[in-house]
């Protein structure tokens, strides 16, 4: 062969292998959170208009959604502005941030919904992590001791929602992540009881939420008398015996997060016990973001849940630092390709579409015909969140 053709040939070559190669994830969050800040800019343009609202998800002719303080979902646009400034270290994130994070602040206040815990760990809680502002602290603070009424002693629990005909005292999976602000309370004031009811509700829920398979209950309602569980339910699974996608993530998330906070080796073997039934789920697809339900009619064609995957992702990378090498591999292994996929223009938006939200395809309730398929603001957290954590490994590796 000629020496000109032999050279085009490994041209060729070298070029169609360096395409297949992938692209680094270091790259690829890079690109994530430079794109984030670039259309949560534009999502803070439209919301300098709306006072006292905060972004939820897009309406049907696919304009941005808001709700007031009190929807469940109020922190995490102010909680994701909070991360994208210490990502952009851009000022006009700062300010921001800090003006939409106090149209949250009346939530304090709150007892009629578990998810204070929610709403002020994203917003306040970040904001005082990056910025110290010394203000803050009194709005966690009377956030937790708001959440501690919801304490049920004789059951051991923080009551989720309010009592109904069907459930007298319902305790759902999410209200795991409710406890995260408890910790902070008790750190921050020496005050036990706070302790004593994140611990108290995180071990009734080891007790009475999970299967043998380590999967997860949705709803369990307990008698409010005596104590005892009454239904173990679901309000946004497929079944009661499903596994609900995101309350999977929630659980490994928030027993994660309670490792993290009090050492304690129950809360670790749990959140890896939670870890197996996830990784190793034969209906956890290729790209690993889960469909809406493990147990969802009609897998393979099912609807995904992109807030589950980002919520696993994150979940995940912060487990990855608490087992042996081996393991903790195989999980950022699942939160890379969750990464990349959310990533990827299957889920990833284009700059001024999708209300400007980040991620496409997520789902709020299926049997309530809710947000079926479409962008929701904690998605957008949890990725960002998920994008954040595993940087901060990969920059601590190539230090
Ligand atoms: N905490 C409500 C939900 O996950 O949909």
Redesign the pocket.
């Known amino acids: 062969m000629k020496t000109r053709l032999k050279i085009f040939l490994a041209a060729i070559l070298f070029i169609a292998i360096s395409c297949s190669k992938e692209k680094p994830i270091d790259k690829i969050i890079d690109e994530s959170l430079s794109f984030a800040v670039k259309q949560y800019s534009l999502m803070t343009d439209t919301m300098k208009n709306k006072p006292d609202q905060l972004p939820r998800t897009i309406t049907a002719e696919g304009r941005l959604k808001t709700e007031n303080s009190h929807w ?2 109020s922190g995490f646009y102010p909680g994701s502005l909070w991360y994208l400034y210490e990502y952009s270290n851009n000022p006009e994130f700062k300010a921001d941030a800090t003006g939409i994070t106090a149209r949250v602040e009346q939530e304090k206040y709150t007892t009629n919904s578990h ?1 204070v815990g ?1 709403i002020l760990n994203c917003s306040f809680g970040n904001g005082l992590r990056l910025t110290g502002e010394e203000a803050y602290n009194e709005v966690l603070l009377t956030g937790a001791k708001s959440l501690s009424t919801r304490f049920r002693p004789n059951i051991g629990c923080i009551q989720s929602w309010g009592s109904s005909k069907k459930w007298q005292c319902p305790v ?1 999976i ?1 209200n795991m ?1 409710n406890l995260e602000l408890l910790m902070w309370a008790f750190k921050k004031s020496g005050d036990s009881s706070f302790y004593k009811i994140a611990l108290s509700h995180a071990d009734t829920t080891i007790k009475y939420h999970f299967r043998s398979d380590f999967s997860t209950y949705h709803v369990v309602s307990y008698d409010t008398v005596t104590g005892k569980v009454e239904a173990r339910q679901t309000a ?1 699974g497929f079944s009661d015996s499903s596994a609900w996608s ?2 999977q993530s ?1 659980g490994l998330y928030g027993y994660t997060m309670m490792y993290r906070e009090t050492g304690l080796d129950r809360y670790l073997q749990q959140a890896r016990h939670i870890a197996g039934f996830l990784t190793s789920n034969p209906n956890l697809p290729e790209d690993k973001i889960p469909y809406w339900d493990f147990n969802a009619p009609g897998i393979p064609n099912a609807t995904r849940d992109a ?1 589950a995957g980002a919520i696993m992702a994150s979940a995940l990378i912060e487990l990855s630092s608490f087992v042996g090498k081996e393991e903790g591999e195989r999980y950022l292994k699942v939160a890379e390709t969750q990464i990349r996929t959310l990533a990827s223009p299957m889920y990833m938006a284009k700059l001024g579409e999708n209300g400007d939200f980040l991620l496409m395809h997520s789902v ?2 299926i049997p309530a015909n809710s947000e079926v398929d479409v962008p929701l603001t ?1 998605a957008d957290y949890y990725f960002i969140e998920a994008c954040m954590r595993y940087r901060k490994i990969l920059n601590a590796e190539s230090k």
């Open positions: 469940w979902t998810d929610f759902i999410d992540m946004q995101r309350g929630w807030s709020g309730s904690y």
